[in-house]
């Protein structure tokens, strides 16, 4: 009979439940699906990180968010604070446009834990002596882990818990700020714990903070038989700088196709000198790699977008994957479009509207995978040589998503400064999509959100997960396709109104040119301008009476003055007791720029309201003294108490910004 003693076997769920983590690490933000996207971040901005972290038992824990540029192989570290009920946050401010990636790592604090205890039991008389001593194995261990400056540091505490002559000096010594940071620094980091890696967009500036200025470089003319070129644009550049925009967005600036030419007002016969439009992509002239001749040369375009550099303002083109009957590719790819069986191509549309002048490529068709993928792509690049670092992208809901996806991450890699803005009216779930898959900003639902309930709706959604994570929002106040139906009969102050609301509401908005002049004549019953200037060439006198140039300027001056305003994000309604005054807040995390506006939405009456100074925000009671500024004519004023008074008369100015600020005390009440 053997002697020998079985083998004792763990159950492969008990061995894998002896390697799971004990701490808990959930609900990080900003995270996109689990991680699967990048979330979206700004250089020179804080990257707030919020986290739940709990594990088994009353002992402390630590926690760190670690970050580094996606290639590089240390970590920097920065610990999270307790906010309580489990809910830690931190932050940490990326230096470089490139992609990131942060950990949120968490473990046992056995000094705080020690600490938590010794400071208890002292305060309440207990005798501490043996927690004295476990104290002292605590810094000694610690001491032997330590390394440079820190093992001095522990070294001195040591010596000097050695020298005490009470316990009430060896508890001072021990609960020393000093000798926490030090004991940090030598931290074994028990059970240590950490989450998935989580990937971090890091953009420049202006992917979160730009004011867009559309035109149509033909137009650019005193005479509506001559086109408009390049070179004229130029005598533009200025008094769009001094409006207060950064970024001259042109539509499609190629050569555009004869077959079945659009005439003026979208009708389907076009006249000999009809210019036809630019969405109708491609001729004998070339393809979207080419210029309109009628524009200039490639080398007119370069000096342009130096030009407007000098100026400080950045050229975006729009990118639309669409072709004319006549774009070279018909010729030489006919595989990369989709043929009837009769061997016509069905021209595209967008029921009830229909485009007869444009045809759509087929982005799966067998000859098209990957040549006409490709193709795409070194169109964007061809523009990027050019100078070009902006883009609009025309209807790209109606693109693979797939495609979309490598596209931009293609390009990015060459070029991180390049951004996309997605032109999308659609689905919310699709318009988010495009934004996690690395369009920088896109257009949005504001044009159609006009009472004060739907707005206030809407700026609080862009303000929350997912979407303040993933979508950046530019508030076009109109575009060629949209003359929106506020407009349409509001007069001067509607242009006001909706000029206020984008400003102030987004660090994004976007104007198209005539909206200065408050434009806003349509074809009866439909949210489209009458004589579209996407269908005909369109001379105006930029200083016909009644322009808002003014207006629009110093709402833009506002902007670059204040930190508050140049994101979407930090937006909170206030109390104002009228359905027709929109009044919020836009304040920075530390609450050093706190901005107020209130907005009437009724373009034709006098609005009055009372409403509430939000001084709980600023730690003050309801009694307070606070200063106003108004930042449209400068004036300044002290606010006595919570409760105020506003009218709004929309025939001087149908809206108040205003400059919050606690009210400094009177040396003579002291």
Known sequence: MSDAQPTATIHPRLEEALQMPRIAIESTLPVLDEGRFAAKAVIGQPV?????????????????????????????????????????????????????EFVIEAW??????????????????????????????????????????????????????????????????????????????ADPREHCSRSRVYPLDVERPLAQFASWYELFPRSETDDPNRHGTFRDVHKRLPAIRDM???????????????????????????????????????????????????????????????????????????????CSQDHPWLKEHPGWFSWRPDGTIKYAENPPKKYQDIVNVDFYAEDAMPDLWLALRDVVWHWVEQGVKVFRVDNPHTKPLPFWEWLIADIRERDRDVMFLSEAFTRPGMMARLGKIGYSQSYTYFTWRNTKAELSEYLTELNEPPLRDCYRPNFFVNTPDINPFFLQDSGRAGFLIRAALATMGSGLWGMYSGFELCESAAIPGKEEYLDSEKYQIRVR?????????????????????????????????????????????????????????????????AQEANFELPLWELGLPDDAHTQGEDLMNGHRWTWYGKTQWMRIEPWHLPFGIWRLTAQEPDPDLK
């Open 48 to 100: 707030v990180v919020t986290s739940k972290i709990f594990a088994d038992g009353h002992d402390q824990l630590a926690a760190a968010v670690c970050w580094r540029e996606k290639g590089e192989t240390s970590w920097r570290r920065a610990r999270l604070k307790l906010l309580g009920n489990d809910a830690w946050q931190g932050q940490f401010t990326p230096t470089q446009v490139a992609e990131h």
């Open 244 to 322: 207060g925009f950064d970024v001259l967005y042109f539509p499609p600036i190629h050569p555009i196709g004869r077959q079945h030419r659009k005439g003026p007002n979208n009708s389907l016969h076009a006249g000999p000198n009809d210019p036809g439009s630019p969405y109708a992509i491609g001729s004998e002239e070339g393809g979207h790699d080419a210029i309109h001749p009628e524009l200039g040369t490639l080398d007119d375009f370069r000096e342009l977008v130096a030009a407007a550099r000098e100026h400080g303002l950045e050229i975006a083109l729009d990118f639309a994957i669409q």
């Open 541 to 605: 006198d930029y200083h016909a009476p009644g322009n808002i140039i003014a207006e629009i300027a110093q709402l833009n001056r506002i902007r670059r003055q204040n930190p508050a305003l140049q994101t979407h994000l930090g937006f909170k309604a206030y109390m104002a007791w009228n359905d027709n005054i929109l009044y919020f807040g836009k304040r920075t995390p530390d609450l050093s720029n706190f901005i107020l506006v209130a907005i009437s939405l009724d373009p034709h009456n």
């Open 108 to 185: 046992w604090d056995v000094f705080e834990s020690y600490l938590y205890e010794l400071s208890k039991k002292h305060a309440a008389g207990v005798p501490v002596h043996l927690e004295l001593e476990e104290g002292r194995l605590l810094l000694e261990k610690a001491t032997a882990r330590a390394q440079g400056e820190n093992r001095a540091v522990l070294d001195d505490l040591m010596h000097r818990l050695g020298m005490a002559h009470t316990d009430d000096e060896r508890v001072s010594l021990l609960l020393a700020p000093e000798t926490a940071v030090a004991m940090a620094a």
